[in-house]
C-alpha cells in the first residue's frame, strides 16, 4: 500500500512538474504533446502547438510569450495535424519528429550538422532568442547545434537570424509568407538574397521579383534609406567568399521586435509595446506605384512626387510613345541617341537615387569613382557606374552590363549613379547650359524689360478699368465674357463644343456621371478613344460662372498626382464646360458607403487613399505656387483612378491665397456641411485649417465607412465625430472600426488606430490646434507619439461653440452630401 501511494504521489509530482514548470528542453525520453509547451529561459518566447486564427488544423510553432497569437516559426506548415493528437519528440539521432494520432511522421528536422558519428545526449531546447536547436548535451556553442530552427526561417526575421548563404552549411536562408493569416503553407511571396551580381534583397512572387529594398550601400540598402543606425538595433551586411547574409541585433535586449514578410508581400517591422500590449509598426509602411519593381520600364525614372511619376532618364525616350502616353510605363524607354563606344560617349550624374537592379552588375572594393568611370568607358557594354560604399565620401566601384531596371528618385537619402550618354546627347545638354550661361545676361535684361512693358500695360488697364468703374460701366457684362477669358492666359487647351456634344452623345442622360454643386458631369469619348469626364456648368447657375473661371484658371496651373487632371475648357453659346481625365473608379464615396462596395476597399487600400488625399492637401496648401484652400473636401470630391489612386476633385470652391496669406473672413460661405469647421460655418472664417478640418472627417468616414450624419444608438444622437470622439475617451476607439475592416488579412491595427487619433486632432474645435497638412502626412507616415485630441467642432446635433463663440449654437444639419452655396450681402 505504501509503495502504491509512493508511486501515486511520485507520479502526480512528475505531471505536476510536466504542466506547471517551464522546460525549455526535451530529451528523447521526453515529448511534447498538444496543449504543453516548451518555455525559453526567461519566458520570452514558447513552442507549442495552436490553429491559426478560425482555422481548426494543429500545427507546431513558435510564438512570443507576451503575445501567443504572434507565431515567428512553424514546423509542420505544409501538413497540418487533424486533431489534438499530435506529438513532438527528439529521437536517439537527434532528430525532432512530429507524430500524428497513428504515429506516423509528418514532418522532421534533417540534422544541418554531423558532430562526429555517435550523437550521445541528444537534446532538443528553446533558446531564449527564439531558435529551437538540437545539441548532443547542453551544449551552447551554436557550431555544435545539429540543427537549428533559425536555419529554416518562416515568415519572421528574429534579431540574430541570418538571410542569406554561407559556405559552411551551404544552407541559402530565405523568407517565405503564410499563404494567409489563416494558413501557415508556404505563400507567393518570399524575401531572399539574390546573389546574382551585387548580391540585393529582393521580395519575390513566385519566380517574379516583386519588389526591391536592394543592394547594400555600406549603410543601408538602397531603396530603404531609412534604415539607418538606430538606438533599437544594429545590423551587418556579410559579403564575403564564405558567406553572404544580413541580420540585425538588438542593443538592448529587454525590447521584442519581429520584422516579417506578410501573406501580401509586404515587409513589416514591428516592436513589442508593453504600456498599450500590443505590437507597433516600426518603419512606416508606403505603398506607392514606384515600390513596384520596375515599374517605368528600363531607363525610366519613377518619382512619386511628380506626375506622371515615370520619366525617361536624359538622352532617352520612350520605347512605345503611344502606350508611355497611355500611362502604360512598362515598355521603357531606349536611347534617343546610340552610344558611340570608344568615340567619346559621357555620363550624366543622377542625384539621390535608389541603384537599379544590380543583378547583372560587378563591383570592386578597391577602387575610386574616377577608375570606376574610366572602367566603364573603356567597356561598350557598361552602362552606368556609381560607388559601391557610400560611407566618408565614397568608396569601390559598382558597374552595370544590363538594361537600367527599378530606378527609383528618393525623397531622402539614395545615392549618385553615373549614366552613360552618346557624346552627342552631352553636347545637346552641355549645349543648353552653355547658352542659358552665355546669355543669362541678355536673358536677365530681355526678361526685365518685358516685365517692365508688362506692368506697364497692365497699369494702363488698371486705370482704364478704374476709369470705366467711375464712369458707372459695368465691365464685367456677361457679352464680354468670351472676350475677357480670350484675355487670361490659361495655357489650357481650349475645346470646340462639337467635339465635346460628339463626344457625349449631346449630354445624353446615360452619359450622365454625376451632379456637383455647380451642375452635371458627363462621361465622353473622343474620337481618338480618350476618356473624359465633362463638367456642365448650369446655364442658369449665375453664381456658377466665377467658380468656374477659378477653376479652370487654378487647375490649369496645378499638377500633382493627387489632384484630377484638367484637360482644357469650352466657353461657346452660353456653355461653360470644363474637361477633366475620366476617373474609372469614380468617386471614394460610392466605395466607403456602399455596404458591398466597401469590402473591395481593404485597409492597405484604405490607408493608401488617405496618404495620397493628405498629400494631395498639402500640395494645395503649401507646394503649389498659391496657397490654395480647397474649401469643400469630401468623400464624393475624391475620385479613383483605375489604380484606385486618389485626386482631389472640384477646384471651383477653392478660394486662393497670396502665399504669406494664412487667414480671412468670407462673405460667402460655400461648402458642405458636415465637413465644415465651426468658425467657417459660423463666421464664415477661412484658413489651411479650413480644408484640415474636412480631411478628419473624411479620415474617420473612411476608418468608419460612416458617414458624418447623426448616428442615434440607445437613445443618444451624436454624429460621427462626436461618436469617434465618445469611443476615444472611454478608450475603446476600436470600435469605430469599419467591421469588415477588422476581418480583413491587411488590417493593420496599429495604422488604424493612428488614424484614428489623427483624423480626431484634425477635428479638433479651434483652428489654431488642429495641425497642418505637413505635420498630418508626417505623423500619418511616422510612428512618432502624438498629442492627445481635445473635444472636436461639432460633436452632436448642435456644434459646440465655447461661451465667449457668439453668435449662440448653430444647428447642424443632418444631410452632408450636398455642397451649399450661399450668397450674402457684401
Ligand atoms: P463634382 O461636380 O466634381 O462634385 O462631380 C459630381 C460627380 O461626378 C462626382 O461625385 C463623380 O461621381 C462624378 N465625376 C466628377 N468628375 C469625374 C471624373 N473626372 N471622372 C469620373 N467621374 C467624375
Request: charged share 20%; net charge neutral; hydrophobic share 35%.
Amino acid at each position: 500500500m505504501k509503495v502504491l501511494s509512493a508511486l501515486f504521489v511520485y507520479s502526480f509530482l512528475l505531471s505536476f512538474l510536466r504542466t506547471s514548470s517551464t522546460l525549455d528542453t526535451i530529451t528523447p525520453s521526453q515529448s511534447i504533446r498538444d496543449g504543453e509547451t516548451l518555455v525559453s529561459a526567461s519566458g520570452r518566447y514558447e513552442l507549442g502547438f495552436f490553429s491559426p486564427g478560425s482555422s481548426k488544423s494543429r500545427y507546431v510553432g513558435i510564438w512570443f510569450g507576451v503575445s501567443n497569437d504572434t507565431v515567428v516559426w512553424v514546423a509542420n506548415r505544409e501538413i497540418p495535424l487533424k486533431n489534438r493528437l499530435g506529438v513532438l519528440k527528439v529521437t536517439n539521432r537527434g532528430i525532432l519528429v512530429l507524430l500524428d494520432s497513428t504515429n506516423t511522421s509528418i514532418w522532421s528536422s534533417n540534422i544541418s550538422r554531423t558532430a562526429g558519428n555517435k550523437i550521445n545526449n541528444p537534446t532538443a531546447q528553446l533558446l531564449d532568442s527564439g531558435n529551437l536547436v538540437v545539441t548532443d548535451g547542453n551544449n551552447s556553442d551554436p557550431k555544435s547545434f545539429l540543427w537549428q530552427s533559425f536555419d529554416h526561417p518562416s515568415d519572421t526575421l528574429l534579431p540574430d537570424m541570418k538571410i542569406g548563404w554561407d559556405s559552411a552549411s551551404g544552407l541559402d536562408r530565405y523568407l517565405t509568407a503564410w499563404k494567409s493569416p489563416e494558413d501557415p503553407a508556404q505563400g507567393e511571396f518570399s524575401g531572399v538574397l539574390d546573389r546574382r551580381g551585387l548580391p540585393q534583397v529582393v521580395c519575390m512572387q513566385g519566380d517574379k521579383i516583386k519588389g526591391r529594398p536592394g543592394s547594400w550601400n555600406g549603410l543601408y540598402f538602397t531603396g530603404k534609406p531609412w534604415l539607418r543606425p538606430n538606438p533599437l538595433f544594429k545590423y551587418e551586411f556579410v559579403l564575403n567568399e564564405k558567406a553572404v547574409y544580413y541580420n540585425y541585433k538588438l542593443l538592448n535586449n529587454s525590447i521584442l521586435l519581429r520584422y516579417v514578410l506578410n501573406s501580401l508581400g509586404n515587409g513589416l517591422a514591428y516592436r513589442w509595446m508593453a504600456r498599450t500590449q500590443s505590437w507597433d509598426l516600426l518603419t512606416s509602411y508606403q505603398s506607392d506605384e514606384c515600390q513596384n519593381y520596375g515599374h517605368c520600364g528600363a531607363y525610366a525614372s519613377c518619382n512619386i512626387n511628380e506626375s506622371p511619376v515615370c520619366a525617361c532618364l536624359k538622352g532617352f525616350i520612350p520605347k512605345f510613345p503611344k502606350d508611355w502616353n497611355s500611362a502604360y510605363w512598362s515598355g521603357g524607354c531606349v536611347r534617343g541617341t546610340p552610344l558611340g563606344c570608344n568615340n567619346g560617349d559621357g555620363f550624366l550624374k543622377y542625384k539621390g537615387v535608389k541603384l537599379p537592379d544590380t543583378s547583372s552588375s560587378w563591383f570592386d572594393r578597391n577602387m575610386n569613382l574616377k577608375e570606376c568611370e574610366e572602367l566603364c568607358l573603356k567597356n561598350c557594354s557598361c552602362r552606368a557606374y556609381a560607388n559601391l560604399d557610400i560611407r566618408n565620401g565614397g568608396s569601390g566601384c559598382l558597374l552595370w552590363f544590363a538594361d537600367l531596371v527599378d530606378l527609383v528618385v528618393l525623397q531622402m537619402g539614395g545615392q549618385d549613379l553615373y549614366i552613360r550618354v552618346a557624346a552627342s546627347e552631352l553636347d545637346h545638354i552641355e549645349k543648353n547650359r552653355h547658352f542659358v550661361q552665355k546669355y543669362q545676361v541678355i536673358i536677365i535684361v530681355c526678361s526685365a524689360i518685358l516685365l517692365t512693358v508688362m506692368l506697364a500695360l497692365g497699369l494702363v488697364t488698371y486705370v482704364r478699368r478704374m476709369k470705366l468703374r467711375k464712369e458707372g460701366m459695368n465691365i464685367r457684362r456677361q457679352n464680354d465674357y468670351n472676350n475677357e477669358d480670350k484675355k487670361e492666359d490659361m495655357e489650357l487647351p481650349i475645346f470646340d463644343l462639337i467635339t465635346i456634344s460628339n463626344a457625349t452623345d449631346n449630354f445624353a442622360n446615360n452619359n450622365k456621371l454625376g451632379e456637383g454643386g455647380f451642375g452635371s458631369v458627363y462621361k465622353g469619348t473622343l474620337l481618338r478613344g480618350q476618356e473624359i469626364a465633362v463638367k456642365r456648368l448650369s446655364k442658369n447657375s449665375g453664381q456658377g460662372l466665377n467658380e468656374f473661371k477659378n477653376e479652370v484658371i487654378l487647375i490649369a496651373k496645378l499638377q500633382h498626382r493627387n489632384l484630377v487632371k484638367l484637360l482644357g475648357c469650352c466657353i461657346q453659346e452660353q456653355e461653360k464646360l470644363l474637361i477633366y481625365e475620366y476617373m474609372h473608379n469614380k468617386s471614394l464615396d460610392s466605395f466607403i458607403f456602399d455596404q458591398s462596395k466597401s469590402r473591395l476597399l481593404d485597409w492597405r487600400m484604405r490607408h493608401s487613399i488617405i496618404g495620397g488625399i493628405a498629400r494631395g492637401l498639402l500640395y494645395l496648401h503649401e507646394d503649389s505656387r498659391l496657397r490654395i484652400i480647397h474649401r469643400d473636401l469630401k468623400a464624393s470630391n475624391v475620385l479613383l483612378d483605375n489604380n484606385m489612386n486618389p485626386k482631389i476633385s472640384d477646384f471651383g470652391l477653392a478660394k486662393t491665397f497670396g502665399r504669406d496669406q494664412t487667414e480671412a473672413d468670407t462673405n460667402r460661405i460655400v461648402g458642405t456641411y458636415g465637413y465644415m469647421p465651426p468658425e467657417y460655418a459660423g463666421y464664415g472664417q477661412i484658413s489651411v485649417k479650413t480644408d484640415v478640418f474636412s480631411f478628419g472627417v473624411l479620415l474617420l468616414e473612411i476608418v468608419s465607412g460612416k458617414k458624418n450624419k447623426e448616428l442615434c444608438n440607445s437613445g443618444q444622437c451624436l454624429n460621427l465625430l462626436g461618436h469617434a470622439w465618445k469611443l476615444w475617451i472611454e478608450d475603446k476607439p476600436m470600435e469605430l472600426i469599419d467591421e469588415f475592416l477588422v476581418l480583413g488579412d491587411s488590417c493593420i491595427l496599429s495604422e488604424v488606430l493612428r488614424c484614428i487619433h489623427v483624423g480626431l486632432l484634425c477635428v479638433q474645435q479651434r483652428p489654431e490646434d488642429r495641425p497642418n497638412m505637413s505635420s498630418v502626412v508626417l505623423m500619418l507616415s511616422s510612428d512618432n507619439s502624438l498629442p492627445n485630441p481635445r473635444q472636436p467642432g461639432f460633436v452632436a446635433g448642435k456644434t459646440s461653440l465655447g461661451e465667449d463663440s457668439s453668435p449662440g449654437n448653430l444647428e447642424m444639419p443632418s444631410i452632408n452630401e450636398v455642397t451649399i452655396t450661399v450668397l450674402e450681402a457684401r
